[in-house]
């Protein structure tokens, strides 16, 4: 007699089950290795993985009845839920004239330091209310789970202030159970220094440091704490001192690292144990070595370079041969990547970071779960596993990069509980 399951996925083209990872990030030339199964199949119990294999040695091993809820996936590529673990998730208002100014050649530190950018942001954020923020994030979730997202790491950092820092970690808080994509919270109190604080940027770290850090970790509304370490925002020294109060207080740190200028952000994210080092389009060969030898991942933001409409890509190609671990990330904001699927960076990936699929899924799945904690239960197809999954209506997995931009989600599963089906069209 089998096991009795809740839901039984049979039949895939391609199970893509990412097996093997979960105690540390897959670096090099095992990021290629996705554990591939032909007529794949998964069956779910209580919310968990309880079974991966081939169709017929799942089927041998469970037991079904009218409760189980069944998902023919022949023809369908089945991946673990996407993560995306670099987003700001949480902000009110848009920035579409960016768009002009880009394309006139102001670039994003200029737009920045003529008090737009973050900066107008915040001016929106500040002014909105926790219900219209949190109805604004519910609709680009929604967006995001149809693209297969169903967790997000989100960081604070568009309040620069005591008062709406607490209010959008508060807004990730409540957002986490009430829609299906799971979040992780990250205080990015030093995302820029806010316009009261202009002419004496030292004394907004002594806040973010003295006042604002720990009212956030004393409340315990973030997991992570992130800073914006680049020319014009914060200095390596800034940024080393904000990192280590964060430690102190029990937070694990984040970096935005060698994005624009290089500040020697990656080797700072190695020195200090950093979970992730992001961005690092200007990243050292030093800084590459030490990334290379530390648990610290690299999470490459291709959208970014994208929507800036930068020449220079992350050196993805020089990391992953020097034994980087990599993930891929949205960096899902309303200035420089106003992108949320998934999809669409992976798509990118291949053809700017010239990363291949293979490399492109560990990177979007269990070491996008590392460069959050959450490998341990999230980020693979494996007994035990929280029961997170995609199916999408493609031959194959390299189909999903092929076709950029198109939508290819058939199903999603949280938890073992189908949370977004596509709807067909009206037919002639
Ligand atoms: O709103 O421009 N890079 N932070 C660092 C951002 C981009 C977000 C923004
Ligand atoms: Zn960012």
Request: charged share 25%; aromatic share 4%.
């Given at each position: 007699m089998g096991e009795k399951v809740d839901l039984l996925l049979h039949s895939a083209a391609e199970l893509i089950t990412?097996?093997?990872?979960?105690?540390?990030?897959?670096?090099g030339r095992e990021m290629a290795d996705i554990g591939l199964i032909r007529d794949g199949a998964v069956a779910v119990r209580d919310g968990r993985i309880v079974a991966v294999g081939p169709t017929r040695d799942v089927l041998e091993r469970v037991e079904t009845d009218r409760?189980?809820?069944?998902?023919?996936?022949?023809?369908?590529?089945?991946?673990?839920?996407?993560v995306d673990p670099h987003t700001h998730l949480v902000f009110a208002g848009?920035?579409?004239?960016?768009?002009?100014?880009?394309?006139?050649?102001?670039?994003?530190?200029?737009?920045l330091a003529r008090g737009g950018g973050i900066l107008d942001t915040v001016r929106a954020t500040r002014a909105a209310s926790p219900a219209r923020l949190k109805e604004v994030a519910q609709g680009y979730l929604r967006e995001m789970l149809a693209q297969g997202t169903t967790t997000a790491e989100v960081k604070s950092g568009y309040g620069l202030d005591l008062e709406t820092e607490l209010k959008t970690l508060q807004v990730v808080a409540e957002l986490n159970g009430c829609q299906p994509v799971e979040l992780v919270p990250t205080f990015l109190g030093a995302h820029a220094v806010p316009p009261e604080y202009r002419d004496n940027p030292e004394a907004y770290v002594d806040l973010?440091?003295?006042?604002?850090?720990?009212?956030?970790?004393?409340?315990?509304?973030?997991?992570?704490c992130d800073v914006f370490c680049e020319e014009g925002v914060f200095s390596p020294e800034q940024t080393r001192r904000i990192l280590s109060a964060a430690r102190r207080l029990g937070l694990e740190l984040k970096l935005?690292?060698?994005?624009?200028?290089?500040?020697?952000?990656?080797?700072?994210?190695?020195?200090?144990?950093?979970?992730?080092?992001?961005?690092?389009?200007?990243?050292?060969?030093?800084?590459i070595r030490e990334l290379a030898n530390s648990n610290t991942v690299a999470v490459l933001l291709p959208a970014t370079t994208f929507c800036l409409m930068g020449t220079q890509y992350a050196p993805a190609r020089r990391m992953l041969e020097q034994g980087v671990a990599v993930a891929l990330a949205s960096d899902f904001n309303p200035g420089s990547s106003p992108v949320n699927?998934?999809?669409?960076?992976?798509?990118?990936?291949?053809?700017?970071?010239?990363?291949r699929p293979a490399?492109?899924?560990?990177?979007?799945?269990?070491?996008?779960?590392?460069?959050?904690?959450?490998?341990?239960?999230?980020?693979?197809?494996?007994?035990?596993?929280q029961a997170d999954l995609v199916v999408f209506d493609?031959?194959?997995?390299?189909?999903?990069?092929?076709?950029?931009?198109?939508?290819?989600?058939?199903?999603?599963?949280?938890?073992?509980?189908v949370v977004w089906r596509r709807r067909g069209m009206d037919a002639c």
């Amino acid at each position: 007699m089998g096991e009795k399951v809740d839901l039984l996925l049979h039949s895939a083209a391609e199970l893509i089950t990412v097996a093997g990872g979960s105690a540390r990030p897959r670096r090099g030339r095992e990021m290629a290795d996705i554990g591939l199964i032909r007529d794949g199949a998964v069956a779910v119990r209580d919310g968990r993985i309880v079974a991966v294999g081939p169709t017929r040695d799942v089927l041998e091993r469970v037991e079904t009845d009218r409760a189980t809820i069944e998902i023919d996936a022949r023809g369908k590529v089945v991946l673990p839920g996407l993560v995306d673990p670099h987003t700001h998730l949480v902000f009110a208002g848009s920035r579409e004239y960016e768009l002009e100014m880009k394309i006139a050649g102001v670039s994003y530190l200029e737009i920045l330091a003529r008090g737009g950018g973050i900066l107008d942001t915040v001016r929106a954020t500040r002014a909105a209310s926790p219900a219209r923020l949190k109805e604004v994030a519910q609709g680009y979730l929604r967006e995001m789970l149809a693209q297969g997202t169903t967790t997000a790491e989100v960081k604070s950092g568009y309040g620069l202030d005591l008062e709406t820092e607490l209010k959008t970690l508060q807004v990730v808080a409540e957002l986490n159970g009430c829609q299906p994509v799971e979040l992780v919270p990250t205080f990015l109190g030093a995302h820029a220094v806010p316009p009261e604080y202009r002419d004496n940027p030292e004394a907004y770290v002594d806040l973010v440091v003295e006042e604002i850090l720990p009212a956030v970790a004393g409340r315990g509304l973030a997991r992570f704490c992130d800073v914006f370490c680049e020319e014009g925002v914060f200095s390596p020294e800034q940024t080393r001192r904000i990192l280590s109060a964060a430690r102190r207080l029990g937070l694990e740190l984040k970096l935005h690292a060698d994005e624009i200028e290089p500040l020697g952000g990656a080797e700072l994210a190695a020195q200090m144990g950093a979970t992730s080092a992001d961005h690092l389009v200007q990243i050292s060969e030093q800084g590459i070595r030490e990334l290379a030898n530390s648990n610290t991942v690299a999470v490459l933001l291709p959208a970014t370079t994208f929507c800036l409409m930068g020449t220079q890509y992350a050196p993805a190609r020089r990391m992953l041969e020097q034994g980087v671990a990599v993930a891929l990330a949205s960096d899902f904001n309303p200035g420089s990547s106003p992108v949320n699927s998934l999809p669409l960076v992976m798509g990118i990936a291949c053809r700017q970071l010239k990363m291949r699929p293979a490399e492109v899924v560990t990177a979007v799945t269990i070491n996008a779960a590392h460069a959050i904690g959450q490998a341990y239960r999230l980020g693979s197809l494996e007994p035990g596993k929280q029961a997170d999954l995609v199916v999408f209506d493609a031959p194959s997995y390299q189909y999903i990069m092929y076709r950029l931009g198109a939508q290819l989600v058939d199903t999603v599963v949280k938890a073992g509980r189908v949370v977004w089906r596509r709807r067909g069209m009206d037919a002639c």
